[in-house]
């Protein structure tokens, strides 16, 4: 198998773009991928201050890596979320991707700083862990980028991710979140501007970006995640991909292109109620918003009765 | 010297015995295993799927897949 550039050995078969590459021009379409996404959807400007939102998993590492060989001025975020030795894991792989590019990791000890860890917080809220994780992570990374002055806060959601959650959507017509489905949600309301640069590229090829650019990501699953259901809509869209090719980013970009506007007026009145959180300040639809919730009944500290700033630390930053 | 390949699975962690020499293609099919949510991984080094596996090789079917709603 030959890279379709250069005629070199092949390391990678992109069967959606009948496509071969070598290493060295897999990393180069990796990055034009992520330059077309922030180009088409005018997702970052050059003078934007950014924070990455950073796991220790391939997606963050990945998009963090590229953003900063684009020129970017990109922070990272990392939030330990005391899921025993694998937020231990994460962390570090977290801190030495940072270390290894000279770049700033900051960090927020959800146990230490909010009182609760998301097993704990799981089960007192009654929610699925991945619930509970993903509503946690989401209030402290808007508040972060918010407190920091950041422009524009990145998330590593993939091609997969994106099409699995749209899947997921529209199995159950949950139109007020199609709505919302944007690889770009602008700044308004209390969020930061939100933005998903590795919308173009797909899970494989992002752990096949840190394969060959030499990442030393996370690769073993969240403990926590077994049974997810976004797990089981991804493995039957690859199930689709893999009879016939290019199906999962003709189903996401033709959602973007010809039905996502279709849905803009539900999330708009969802928009519309939105208030300040009594204790914390967040935005939110009802009196106390979900984290605040989530972290009373956990026994946890995040009940201010002020609007409270994340706090955010620098451990092992160069 | 060996006339198998042997291969690491994670989620959870195994290996198991291949005959060799195998396509990688034709390895994912035996393993029953969808080549869109894996990557074959040689000593660091990703290899296709019409890369050949010989006997002595180990090999990791490294999963791409990760969960959690976004």
């Known amino acids: 198998m030959k890279c379709v550039v250069c005629r070199g050995p092949a390391v990678i078969d992109l069967k959606r773009h009948n496509a071969n590459f070598c290493p060295e021009h897999f990393t180069k379409y990796c990055r034009e991928q992520v330059e077309r996404a922030i180009s088409d959807f005018d997702m970052i400007d050059p003078d934007d201050r950014v924070l990455v939102a950073v796991s220790g998993g391939k997606d963050s590492l990945a998009v963090w890596d590229i953003l900063l060989d684009l020129g970017y001025r990109a922070d990272g975020l990392y939030i330990g979320l005391g899921i025993g030795g694998y937020s231990d894991t994460s962390g570090r792989h977290a801190r030495d991707y940072a270390r290894s590019r000279g770049a700033e990791l900051l960090e927020v000890d959800l146990p230490g700083e909010y009182g609760y860890d998301i097993p704990t917080g799981s089960r007192a809220a009654r929610r699925t862990p991945c619930s509970a994780c993903g509503l946690s992570k989401r209030h402290l990374f808007d508040k972060a980028a918010l407190d920091g002055g950041y422009d524009v806060l990145v998330t590593g959601h993939n091609l997969d991710d994106e099409a699995a959650v749209l899947f997921g959507n529209v199995l159950h017509w949950q139109t007020e979140y199609l709505g919302r489905q944007r690889p770009v949600l602008p700044a308004r309301d209390g969020f930061p501007r939100k933005v998903k640069p590795l919308v173009r590229l797909s899970e494989r090829e992002m752990a096949a970006y840190c394969i060959v650019t030499g990442i030393d990501y996370l690769v073993d699953e969240c403990p926590m995640a077994a049974g997810n259901k976004h797990i089981g809509y991804k ?76 706090t955010l630390s620098r451990k092992d930053s160069p | 010297m ?20 195998v396509l990688v293609s034709v390895l ?37 897949i990760s969960g959690g709603a976004s």
């Not at chain 1, 959602?255 to 300040?281: K, M, N, P, Q, Y």
């Not at chain 2, 890369?51 to 490294?62: C, F, N, Q, S, T």
């Open chain 1, 235 to 310: 493995e039957a869209l690859n199930d689709i991909e893999v009879r016939s090719p290019g199906s999962k980013a003709d189903f996401y970009f033709s959602f973007l292109r010809r039905a996502a506007d279709r849905f803009e007026a539900e999330s708009e009145t969802e928009r519309e109620s939105l208030s300040a959180c009594a204790r914390c300040g967040a935005p939110t639809t009802t009196e106390v918003c979900a984290f605040c919730r989530l972290a009373e009944r956990a026994g946890g500290t995040s009940g201010a009765t002020t609007p409270q700033p994340v």
């Open chain 2, 2 to 21: 060996t006339d198998t390949v042997l291969v690491r699975l994670r989620n959870p962690n195994r290996e198991t015995d291949m005959a060799a020499p």
């Open chain 2, 28 to 64: 994912l099919e035996r393993l029953e295993i969808n080549r869109e949510s894996v990557l074959v991984v040689r000593n660091g080094t990703i290899v296709p799927g019409d890369g050949r596996l010989d006997p002595g090789d180990v090999v990791e079917i490294r999963p791409v």
